[in-house]
């Protein structure tokens, strides 16, 4: 009697559960979309992290126009991330919902390599042509990279000017050792040669292409490095356009 009575509640009990299984599954989808439509889960703050201050900034007021009150179950992270990867400075952007209330976005950021200058306008770039901002800080160190008057960039763009490509090419194969072995490269442009790195107090090295950039900056640390001080000094450009071949020109027997 007693076992009949057990196997009927314990009989009794799956038939509950399995009947508020069936509740759940019937009522889940409706639940999801009153909790989402409510305030339970509301967007109230958004974490940034993985920038400065002042991206930091920026990419909060992005993401607030994105998410604009909804609830983090209706969020879309692609929405924000893109939104977000829009910003000029911002390379990459990751969004979680860290329940209840709030966006977490880690993002990575591009860092300025070189100042595209084009008559009195310049332009910070990263390594591999990102336009980051218009205007230039006044102690800028980093390298100039000069252009014919006209040349307009939009920040959060790439940029696709042949000779600006060329010369980040040109800081990008520059070895470490560069400017301790030969000097400051500080300043690229184009003449009718090519592109010309201006090193130190002006001597030109002249690179022609864009090809051999490796071999060419090797064999001009190679020639520089040969020279005595004095010889040095007076030499108005170096040119390895053909590298095989590298050829010197002094200050008094050219035009400076």
Do not use: N
Not at 206 to 219: F, I, T
């Amino acid at each position: 009697m007693l076992r009949r009575r057990a196997l009927k509640q314990a009989e009794g009990r799956r038939r509950l559960a399995l009947l508020c299984l069936a509740v759940v599954v019937v009522l889940a989808p409706g639940g999801y979309w009153i909790l989402a439509g409510s305030s339970a889960f509301a967007v109230s703050g958004i974490s940034v992290s993985g920038g400065g201050a002042i991206v930091s900034a920026e990419v909060h007021q992005a993401a607030s126009e994105a998410v604009k009150g909804k609830s983090l179950l209706r969020v879309d992270a692609g929405d924000v991330a893109r939104a977000v990867e829009r910003l000029p400075y911002v390379r990459t952007a990751t969004v979680d919902r860290s329940f209840p209330h709030t966006l977490s976005i880690r993002i990575t950021t591009y860092h300025p390599a070189a100042v595209v200058k084009s008559g009195k306008t310049g332009y910070l770039v990263s390594a591999d042509g990102r336009v980051l901002s218009e205007g230039v800080p006044e102690k800028s160190e980093l390298p100039v990279i000069r252009v014919a008057d006209g040349l307009a960039l939009a920040p959060g763009t790439r940029v696709r000017h042949g000779a600006v490509a060329t010369a980040l090419a040109v800081l990008h194969s520059v070895p470490s050792s560069f400017s301790r072995r030969v000097g400051h490269l500080h300043k690229l442009m184009t003449d009718d040669t090519g592109i010309v790195a201006v090193i130190g107090r002006g001597l030109h090295l002249r690179l022609g292409s864009g090809d051999q950039l490796d071999l060419k900056l090797q064999v001009a640390v190679r020639v520089l490095r040969s020279m005595q001080p004095a010889t040095r000094s007076a030499l108005g450009y170096v040119d390895v356009t053909v590298p095989g071949r590298p050829a010197l020109g002094y200050k008094h027997s050219i035009s400076t």
